[in-house]
């Protein structure tokens, strides 16, 4: 979290941690595989009201961002959502919002924005593959333009939220390069096969396309000219996951002092012993660590920085080896209880190991790291 | 960034390239004691030798933001790389804790590199454990008489004045009986010996006190106080060793998180196999990228208020273990050459940091402190249970079977 937040900023940071809270989030995660989609919709209505769907939305359509930094917001929100392994659709919700707002006709603005803005409606994105590595550039789900509609067909992976989304906004390869296309879920030759996953609170499908039909006016940015939305969506999906992992390892390493303080062995608290402590200190060094390179990563996207992309593959890298270090010595610390059903810990676990492969794994980062900085 | 900074770094930029030289290959060499002195000088003159200093004892009164523009700006010129003791730490504690007069007398000197402080804090006997200093002052009429030892002391050869920190009462806790001096190194009876490395360098010092007399008001804050004085100082080193506050920028642009570029330079076109290079070459430049926001982060904090404390621990380690892989990468990108060189490559300088990469470990607190440090007082972890706080230190002395 930014160190000179606004009081805009601050006060909504304050609403979103008072929501999750008051809705015991957090004690809900266990139960989020026995529901449908993994969420209470009503729930998630309330969070729309709160403001965790309206930052990347225009005002005219019902949205609009507390500090005039859309990004910022959405950082601060995932933290948030992160502290609490929160489930719900709000990354795919605000990286499809954002690309609409950005790159979408006025039709498609009307028609997506509101809905999802107020928390009826879900959209996601479906960007990764089974064998593309996250790489648009091996994108195997091919476009086709054919008498004034698309075609699409092929297999797309790890879809958030696809289980309860009404439209997904799919990634394509092309004869004329990468595209976007607004797909209803509800189309024919659309299936979606719900996967389980290490994450309780959210929910992956694989979409299948075989030989779905849309109108060309679905195309979101021009036929073939994707590619610049795509980077974006990208790495706004990359900071906003970061800025979870930065929630969940904020709160395990919390958690995890108290209870150094509260247990006692061999007649005092655990947290009095070196060789505990020096080790919860060096945690502490890469939790500060993680949370910088997160805001700084996050900044740099807001504010279009050029070394964005950079400090986002430097962020990747970092808090994806990190978080789950941290998360692994919180559970050492703990001992035995912290390996159980009943404890948070593998909850916390299981969010940072989703959110490391996720939109590519630190090794894949680490080498296009590597590539942008010709070594 | 602010109107008042971009008109500063203009000022900045314009009296640089007017006045100092730009680095080069040639002249990247240390340069002598008596030219940093001259360019401390200089700086002075131009009225940038002590940004955060108040005008009144002879600096420019203004902040860290300033400071950093400045470290930022000055990074490509020739500017004194030896002065981060003097000015980055002591400078600052002499602000909070001197006597009107020490200020006035003291603080326009060191800014125009007339007088080098250093510090002279950890014995022989004990580092880490620094309260438990065993160095004595004591008062004869109007003189403080210092003997014993300080060691681990950087460039005291050259400096003019130690702060020194000795025990003026024994028959109190061990925090308790502490006093802070300024120490002329010219003074009859101070004996200073260089330490042989273990790269045959010599950076450190170890000083001897025989009778050593200083006046009175040489006592810095007040008698018995002298831990709060070296806490403060401690609080700079760090923060100065982590790359914010008054130090930042005084080490020449060798900054924390530095770029990768001596790597890459060292790597390409040497034996090492290109996966392992780029594999390494990124692990730097994440490691280092994330230490430089780490600092940002702080030094943020500290202004806004929302970090208050030892975060100068957090960074000083982060640092010490930036430089120990950093060193230990440039080993391996060299392959065998690190080890085995002719006088006249570059490899090796790159042996003897690897030989030396622990020094940001041990100096200034070592890695073991600084997790102490932050466990206790910023995460409020229970100290280890210890016999030696409570007792008169005369007595803890005896239990462990010491003289006084």
């Known amino acids: ?375 | 960034m602010s109107t008042d900074l971009d008109v500063f770094s203009e000022e900045v930029r314009s009296w640089l390239a007017e006045n100092l030289e730009r680095k080069s290959d040639e002249n990247a060499v240390v340069s002598s004691d008596h030219e940093e002195r001259a360019l401390q000088a200089r700086l002075a003159a131009g009225g940038f030798g002590g940004l955060m200093v108040p005008v009144e004892y002879g600096g420019r009164g203004l902040t860290s933001d300033h400071q950093r523009v400045f470290a930022r700006e000055s990074a490509a010129f020739r500017t004194p790389v030896g002065f981060t003791v003097s000015l980055g730490m002591l400078a600052p504690t002499l602000i909070a804790h001197g006597s009107e007069e020490q200020k006035r007398y003291h603080l326009p000197r060191m800014i125009r590199g007339q007088e080098v402080w250093i510090q002279l804090l950890s014995e022989p006997g004990g580092g880490s454990d620094l309260a438990g200093a065993v160095t004595k002052a004591e008062r004869d009429g109007d003189s403080w008489v210092i003997n014993g030892s300080k060691i681990w002391s950087t460039g005291a050869a050259t400096a003019d004045v130690g702060m020194c920190l000795a025990r003026t009462n024994w028959d109190v806790p061990k925090h308790r009986g502490l006093s802070m001096f300024a120490l002329p190194l010219s003074a009859p009876g101070v004996t200073i010996e260089p330490i042989r490395q273990a790269d045959g360098e010599s950076e450190f010092c170890q000083e001897f006190f025989d009778d050593v007399s200083i006046p009175l008001e040489n006592l810095i804050g007040h008698e018995n106080e002298g831990w709060s004085v070296a806490q403060t100082l401690l609080f700079h080193e760090r923060n100065a060793t982590g790359g914010v506050g008054h130090g930042e920028g005084t080490e020449g642009g060798r900054a924390v998180g530095q770029g990768i570029e001596d790597l890459r330079a060292l790597a390409l076109g040497g034996p090492a196999d290109p996966t392992i290079i780029r594999r390494y070459l990124s692990e730097i430049f994440v490691a280092s990228t994330v230490q430089r926001h780490l600092g940002r982060r702080v030094a943020i904090g500290y202004k806004t208020g929302a970090l208050k404390g030892q975060w100068g621990s957090v960074l000083k380690l982060g640092a010490a273990l930036l430089a120990y892989r950093r060193a230990e990468i440039a080993f391996a990108l060299t392959v065998a050459d690190g080890a085995v060189w002719s006088d006249d490559t570059e490899n090796g300088p790159v042996g003897a940091d690897w030989l030396m990469s622990k020094t940001l470990s041990i100096a200034g607190g070592t890695n073991e402190m600084q997790r102490n440090i932050i466990s206790e007082r910023l995460l409020g972890l229970p100290r280890e249970p210890s016999f030696d706080n409570d007792l008169p230190f005369r007595e803890v002395r005896e239990r462990i079977g010491r003289s006084v």
């Open chain 1, 1 to 375: 979290m930014k160190l000179d937040l606004s009081n805009e900023q601050e006060l909504f940071r304050e609403t979103c941690r008072r929501f999750l809270t008051d809705s015991n989030t957090l004690g809900q995660a266990r139960h989020s595989r026995e529901t449908v989609g993994g969420y209470d919709p009503s729930w998630w209505r309330a969070g729309a009201e709160v403001g965790l769907t309206a930052m990347f939305v225009p005002e005219d359509q019902g949205g609009g961002s507390v500090s005039g930094s859309p990004v910022q917001d959405a950082v601060i929100a995932a933290e948030e959502l992160g502290r609490v392994v929160a489930p719900g659709p709000f990354h795919p919700v605000n990286i499809v919002a954002s690309a609409v707002a950005r790159s979408g006709s006025l039709a498609q603005r009307e028609q997506l924005l509101p809905g999802m803005s107020a928390g009826e409606a879900v959209g996601t994105w479906a960007f990764g593959e089974p064998r593309s590595q996250w790489n648009p550039d091996e994108f195997a789900v091919r476009g086709r333009l054919q008498n004034g509609a698309v075609t699409i067909e092929g297999t797309k992976s790890y879809v958030e939220a696809a289980d309860v989304a009404e439209v997904l906004l799919v990634a394509v390869s092309s004869r004329e390069g990468i595209s976007q296309i607004l797909v209803p879920s509800a189309s024919p030759g659309v299936r979606i096969e719900p996967q389980k996953s290490l994450d309780l609170s959210r929910r992956f499908s694989t979409v299948h396309f075989d030989n779905v039909r849309v109108p060309l006016e679905n195309v979101i940015g021009g036929w073939g000219a994707a590619d610049e939305d795509l980077q974006r969506q990208l790495q706004l999906s990359l900071v906003l996951q970061i800025a979870d992992s930065v929630g969940v390892i904020g709160h395990a390493f919390e958690r995890t002092c108290q209870y150094a303080q509260d247990r006692i062995a061999f007649g005092r608290p655990i947290g009095s012993f070196q060789a505990l402590k020096h080790r919860i200190a060096d945690m502490f060094l890469w939790l500060e660590s993680c949370r910088a390179i997160s805001d700084g990563a996050s900044a740099a996207v807001g504010d279009h920085m050029a070394d964005a992309l950079e400090l986002v593959h430097t962020a990747k890298v970092f808090v994806s080896y990190r978080a789950v270090d941290i998360v692994q010595e919180c559970i050492q610390i703990h001992g035995g209880i912290g390996l159980t059903w009943e404890h948070d810990m593998h909850l916390f676990l299981r969010r940072v190991g989703m959110n490391r492969v996720l939109y590519g794994t630190p090794e894949q980062h680490e080498r296009q790291l590597s590539e942008l900085l010709g070594v």
